[in-house]
Each structure stands twice: as C-alpha cells, then as structure tokens.
C-alpha cells in the first residue's frame, strides 16, 4: 500500500514558478512509478509526467516539455514537480500517482493516488 499527500499548489502568474511535492508513506515508495497527472474542470484527467523507479528515466507530456521537470528522493519518499514558465492553460487539479514496473502514460494503470492540489494560473 502507498498512501500520497500532495502540497505546493497555489496561485501564481503566467510566467511563474511552483513546485509541488508528494510525500508517500509505506515501504514501496522505491519500487513504484510515480506520476504526476492533472485535470481541469470539464475536462479528462491527463498524463503531465512520470519517473522510474530510480529517478534514472522519466517523461513529459509535449504541453510540458521543457517547463516542467519531475524529480523523486527515495531517501525522503517524495516525488516532485517543478513547474517553470507557468501558463494560464496549466490551471488545473494535480494529482499524484503510484504504480509498480514500467513508466506509463495512461490514468488507468496507477494503483495509487493522491487527493490532488490545486493550481490556478492567472494572465
């Protein structure tokens, strides 16, 4: 079992910066994929970015790609996401996911997930 607690979400400009962190707890954090994902009102919740086990490899989403960066410590059993050159369209519900083996892209195949963070981004 992993339990996920999402923080650092908030209110930022276009243009800014937030990172949010997820803390798990329980004894798998270092042998689950972790995933960030988002949903806006109205619309399905989408893939942002995973890591691997090891922090060795990780995606992006294109609407992301070099503004967003995902990190994981296994010493402090925390994922990150740091969000750079934040835009309007980045608004959204953050969530946090687990799953075991191989990075995927798809909601359905993380076990595990956070209550989610909100991000508001203003132009």
């Known amino acids: 079992q992993v339990q996920l607690v999402e923080s650092g979400g908030g209110l930022a400009q276009a243009g800014g910066s937030l990172r949010l962190s997820c803390a798990a707890s329980?004894?798998?954090?270092?042998?689950?994929?972790m995933g960030w994902f988002r949903q806006a009102p109205g619309k399905e919740r989408e893939f942002v970015a995973a890591?691997?086990?090891?922090?060795?490899?990780?995606i992006q989403a294109d609407s992301v790609k070099g503004r967003f960066t995902i990190s994981r410590d296994n010493a402090k059993n925390t994922v990150y996401l740091q969000m750079n050159s934040l835009k309007p369209e980045d608004t959204a519900v953050y969530y946090c996911?687990?799953?075991?083996?191989?990075?995927?892209?798809?909601?359905?195949?993380?076990?595990?997930w956070g209550q989610g963070t909100q991000v508001t981004v203003s132009s």
């Open positions: 996911a687990a799953k075991s083996w191989a990075i995927m892209t798809t909601a359905r195949s993380y076990d595990y």
């Open positions: 329980g004894p798998t954090f270092s042998r689950a994929t």
């Open positions: 890591i691997s086990l090891s922090g060795g490899s990780s």
